[in-house]
């Protein structure tokens, strides 16, 4: 009998081929199966403990957390049902009391559902070395001891070697995503907590109420419906649905032709506001009067008066400093410079990142006034390697995404063709479909990464380590999310191809000229003095209320499973 497992979500080749491995190994054991006898205490030890460890301590610890997580879930929606029904009629001192326990309790329900999402990730990531690595000891040990299985060491010793360096690189993608996942689980909590839930200008999506008249007008009938709307297509979507029930009907969708903001004196709920399509009137209710406003923004939406509401769009505390791209590149040109100059030969150049403070001096002394200080020499002994690199690893990540927003979906994409082949033409066709001055700026950062992995006998920094490092810098979403999690192994795939295949996907020919689109932000303090500023927008997190992923029709928008959880169930398998 072969060994089975299942992963959450995609696979990536590595992935396939680690758990392909299993079989193999099933193989092997029954070659030795009539010997084996005398090395069960052996095996008990380098191979049962640990896999029985796993299932005690992962596993049920993540079954442990769901409960935790459904509880909360079921806690949570009985207390926006009874939120959302309290009557706007009653004392102010009542409503203010209703919100804050709202407050609280939507509070708690983000600590345990951000909190399941982490564990799930921990036991899709740990799963592939915590019990390929033991089952790889024992298969050493069992083949070295018997004559046929040294045969059989001898056979397989270079998939073994293979086998041992991705179990490697999954355990440091490991590592560098658990610390990538709690990062972006604090942004989304602490932008969820300070009201900023909107998904964008051009989209939103999330929970509305659509009120319902019931038999002979005695009241509103409130129906939970998961809601969606693309400014750009003006198509309004809205699927019933019911967290606690579980079901998923048919989705009602119309072109939207206006949006207006409830009177509360003409409804006895609250947070109410109207959407209009020809003669049919829909009366949706918000979450709470920030849901509603950012609804309304999104729809542009009127007050009952029919005048345009002021914007309340945020700007958030950061203005967009603006920097030349031809100054853009003498940064990067003389960061890598340096690197080469000195840093080649040093272990995890890249992968250690150098002091805050020391990187934040560099980047304020190499640019005054939006111009590159040609007296910065960063081969004195002032500047750490570690310290050139992370200020470059900064200015690509505080900057719009180096591969573009625009273009995200489509590298998603490419990493996840099966065929290495197909991936990389899907790659390189990607890659020349970008503006000009990224794709120049991106060549000349992978020539320069292709020359550090070349040296990666000394630096121990293999293009999959690269990939690692610079994946999320170089290659993100507009909008953040907790799912998105599941993303960044795909985002090193694109970047260890990119370093792996530079000479053929990047040619001396990259289009030189540096004005083939608008300047690029960067987000650094000294930046933005540097330049005139113009108004900041906020990154962007997932709608506050995701519906389930195995839920959402075939022929419906793919959102609802690209939702983070902050007011959901996770959107992953329920075990491990």
Known sequence: AGFKTEMIGDSTEDEVQIIGSFKEFSALINLVEDQRDMFLDQAENRLLNPLDNFRHQEVHATKEEKKS????????????????????????????????????ETGLFLQHSCGYVQRLQDVQLRKTFDIVEPLLGFMRDQMTFYHQGYDLCNDFSGDFQQLQMKLQIAREQYEQQSQQTTELIGRVIERAKAGDTSAGTLARQGYCY????????????????????????????????????????????????????????SIEKRFCFDVTSGDKVYTLQGLNSKDRTLWMEVLDGREPDYMMIDSM??????????????????????????????????????RLSGVASKSEKLMKVMIDKGKLNDKVNLLDSEWEVKTITSTLKNFFRNREALLTYKLYPEFLAAAKEVSPNDRFRAVHKCVTTMPPFNQKILGVLMRHLARVSKSADVNKMHASNIGVVFGPTLMRPLEESVAGIMDIKYQNIVIEMMVEKCAEIFSEQTPTSPTGTLPHSVSHPALRRAAPTAPGHPAPVAPSHAAPAAAVPAAAPAAPAAVAPTHAPPLAPTSA
């Open 69 to 104: 997580f459904e509880r909360s879930s079921t806690n949570y929606c009985k207390s926006l049902e009874a939120y959302l029904n309290t009557s706007s009629k009653r004392k102010d001192a009542q409503l203010q009391e209703a919100d804050d326990q709202m407050a609280q």
């Open 210 to 265: 659509l009120q319902k008249s019931r038999i002979g007008g005695l009241g509103y009938q409130s129906i939970k419906h998961y809601c969606q709307f693309i400014k750009d297509d003006g198509l309004f979507v809205m699927f019933p649905y019911n967290q606690q029930q579980g079901k998923l009907s048919n989705p009602d969708s119309f072109k939207l032709d206006s949006c207006t903001r409830r009177p509360t004196e």
């Open 313 to 350: 769009k945020k700007t958030g505390d950061r203005s967009t400093g603006i920097l030349a791209p031809a100054t853009q590149l003498q940064f990067v040109d003389k960061c890598i410079a340096a690197v080469e100059a000195k840093g080649m030969d040093e272990e995890g150049v890249y």
